[in-house]
């Protein structure tokens, strides 16, 4: 398929998980999910990829590039959770692209790009809102999300770049499941002794961090970087209707309008080429 196609899948699917997991906050914990989601990933890609194959055979460059990924997956996906358990899926997304645009700007340096940051950043604050004093906590895991985020882009672009590619996608998920594996186990521990809850952990787990990885994989091999990034004007407005379907959170006119602006800014910038 045109990698166009993958990138339109992963789009759904990148948002559409978190979305489910946030409904399964309330019986195994916000970093309990994250563990679960994790770890499926990881279980599904190692008899796949052979990440212990991969990483043994992998020269040394190579390996740091692993684990950086890794740990940059697993601290990633818990600062998104930590983040979604307290703010709206809406306002998380926006902040995750802001970053990438102002990324752009350090290796691009434009009017274009200015005007691009400075459009992409009035939207976010109209998404903020009053948070700023009544939920720190939660924008701080949000932009701790969006600037590992830019770091999931840069590593994941390198990695489909080198040709390992899907294999370097699972050897980096095992290194990220030994990351969290002491951190939400205890949380999790509810949904290891009912199936059902399991069953559900593990459809988020498929469609957060399984289908969309791949799918990105998939793009990134055959994109450019500069292409993907501006396919990424994308996301928030996926964000924003997988909140209203599957959350009930209906935006403002406010909130509407400062997406419409995230959006408007992540398409006009212009990324740095490879």
């Given at each position: 398929m045109p990698?166009?196609?993958?990138?339109?899948?992963?789009?759904?699917?990148?948002?559409?998980?978190?979305?489910?997991?946030v409904l399964l906050f309330a019986q195994v914990g916000v970093l309990g999910m994250a563990w679960l989601r994790i770890a499926t990933a990881a279980l599904i890609f190692a008899p796949l990829t052979r990440p212990w194959t991969v990483f043994a055979r992998a020269d040394r460059s190579a390996r740091l590039l692993l684990l950086t990924f890794g740990i940059c997956l697993a601290v990633m996906n818990c600062a998104f959770y930590l983040a979604?358990?307290?703010l709206p899926i809406s306002l998380v997304a926006a902040i995750e692209f802001v970053g990438t645009i102002g990324?752009?700007?350090?290796?691009?340096?434009?009017?274009r790009n200015v005007a691009a940051l400075v459009?992409?950043?009035?939207?976010?604050?109209?998404?903020?809102?009053?948070?700023?004093?009544?939920?720190?906590?939660?924008?701080?895991?949000?932009?701790?999300?969006?600037?590992?985020?830019?770091?999931?882009?840069?590593?994941?672009h390198r990695i489909a770049q080198t040709g390992i590619g899907i294999a370097g996608l699972g050897t980096a998920m095992a290194i990220?499941?030994?990351?969290?594996?002491?951190?939400?186990?205890?949380?999790?521990?509810?949904a290891l002794s009912a199936p059902q809850l399991l069953i559900a952990a593990i459809g988020v787990g498929i469609c957060s961090s399984v289908i969309p990885y791949i799918c990105d994989q998939l793009a990134m091999a055959r994109l450019p970087r500069a292409s993907f990034a501006l396919m990424l004007s994308l996301l928030p407005l996926t964000a924003t209707?997988?909140?209203?379907?599957?959350?009930?959170?209906?935006?403002s006119l406010t909130d509407c309008f400062g997406i419409a602006?995230?959006?408007?800014?992540?398409?006009?910038h212009k990324p740095a080429q490879e």
């Open positions: 990698p166009h196609v993958w990138f339109c899948v992963s789009a759904i699917f990148h948002y559409l998980g978190p979305a489910f997991a979604l358990a307290r990324v752009a700007l350090v290796g691009l340096r434009s009017r459009i992409a950043v009035a939207g976010t604050l109209l998404l903020i809102d009053i948070k700023w004093s009544s939920d720190p906590v939660g924008l701080f895991w949000a932009f701790l999300n969006g600037a590992l985020f830019i770091g999931y882009i840069v590593l994941g990220a499941f030994l990351v969290v594996l002491p951190v939400g186990f205890s949380e999790a521990l509810p209707l997988i909140g209203v379907v599957v959350l009930r959170q209906v935006p602006l995230v959006v408007a800014g992540v398409a006009m």
